[in-house]
């Protein structure tokens, strides 16, 4: 199993960024999908997750700014920002459910997204 993730960068507040998680070793719809990220000198924080029906999730703090999709034929996870703010500056990871209920088992290598002017 891998997780490549990209798309990470340095954007002005108010931008929009779209990172993607290339999976391989399964398939991304068999599983629940999360993006978890951590800012500087911060914990983890689980920002939002698909589930194997589609089913989105997401932490209030991206509700109506950040949009979590998969394209099954690509095994393919992304997380869609837009309205980006200083506070979404963090390394995001993507991160595969272990198949039996809200249990993490394999990390992509994060990618840093910057939110600053």
């Known amino acids: 199993v891998q997780l490549q993730a990209s798309g990470g960068g340095l954007v002005q507040p108010g931008g929009s960024l779209r990172l993607s998680c290339a999976a391989s070793?399964?398939?991304?719809?068999?599983?629940?999908m999360y993006w978890i990220r951590q800012a500087p000198g911060k914990s983890l924080e689980w920002v939002s997750e698909?589930?194997?029906?589609?089913?989105?999730y997401y932490t209030d703090d991206v509700k109506g700014r950040f949009t979590i999709s998969r394209d099954n034929p690509k095994n393919t996870l992304y997380l869609q920002m837009n309205s980006l703010k200083s506070e979404d500056t963090a390394v995001y990871y993507c991160?595969?459910?272990?198949?039996?209920?809200?249990?993490?088992?394999?990390w992509g290598q994060g990618t840093l997204v910057t939110v600053s002017s």
């Open positions: 698909i589930n194997t029906v589609g089913t989105a």
């Open positions: 070793g399964f398939r991304v719809y068999s599983y629940s």
């Open positions: 991160v595969k459910d272990n198949g039996v209920g809200a249990a993490y088992d394999y």
